[in-house]
């Protein structure tokens, strides 16, 4: 059986700090490309960084570039999210995906 897991969304004040994480098991993590993939309400869905299962290559979308930090862990069938200087276009339910299999997805939501 497939799981994605996502977790550590919360509410964040604008400059803040936020380190997501998605544990994923029954297939085999590291060939795949895994994505951070979010959605704000009343939008669709937003493309946000992608990391490559062997070379550890990471990509970002031109709205998160410099802030965010995708990483890795294939031991642990983990990808994180480090994510700073957040402001209030970013608050969405962030989901982690190899686009076949999706997590339930975390809550970033702005405090303001």
């Known amino acids: 059986e497939v799981q994605v897991v996502e977790s550590g969304g919360d509410l964040v004040q604008p400059g803040g700090s936020l380190r997501l994480s998605c544990v994923a098991s029954g297939f085999i993590f590291r060939s795949y490309v895994m994505n951070w993939v979010r959605q704000a309400p009343g939008k669709g869905l937003e493309w946000v960084s992608g990391i490559y299962g062997g070379s550890g290559v990471t990509t970002y979308a031109d709205s998160v570039k410099g802030r965010f930090t995708i990483s890795r862990d294939n031991a642990k069938n983990t990808i994180f999210l480090q994510m700073d200087s957040l402001n209030a276009e970013d608050g969405a339910v962030y989901y982690c995906?190899?686009?076949?299999?999706w997590g339930q997805g975390t809550q970033v939501t702005d405090a303001r």
């Open positions: 995906t190899d686009w076949r299999y």
